[in-house]
């Protein structure tokens, strides 16, 4: 009886962990966001995987998502971003703005 009491007790003392962050991926290719406009979940954090597949490094920014962040040639980053109440948020790739540029959609 007094393990199980035991038992019970120590279970009840664990951490609850929350669900895990929702990741979605942006490829950057020949200075373009794919995809362009990405739907993710409101008032939510999200993980962005961000892969640079051109061989310069550019950098991912948004003022709206508070993030800035370079990624050298051929490589990865990941970056944390949210939550975010219902609407669009923009970020660009800062060395090549004219053609990397997209947003995020919060709904």
């Keep these: 009886m007094k ?9 009840a003392a ?14 950057l290719e020949n200075h373009s966001f794919s995809p362009a406009e ?3 979940p409101a ?5 962005l995987l961000i892969q640079n597949r051109d ?3 550019e950098e991912f920014e ?12 051929n490589s990865d980053a990941t970056v944390l971003v949210g939550p975010f109440a219902p ?13 990397a540029n997209g947003r995020l959609i919060a709904e």
């Design 3 to 11: 393990q199980m009491l035991f038992a019970v007790l120590v279970s």
């Design 14 to 27: 664990l951490p609850v962990f929350a669900a895990e962050v929702p990741e979605f991926t942006i490829t």
């Design 55 to 57: 061989i310069t490094p």
């Design 43 to 47: 008032n939510q954090q999200v993980k």
């Design 62 to 73: 948004g003022d709206e998502l508070g993030v800035e962040k370079i990624i050298p040639g």
């Design 38 to 40: 990405l739907h993710i």
């Design 87 to 99: 609407g669009e948020y923009g970020f660009i790739g800062e060395f090549h703005a004219e053609s």
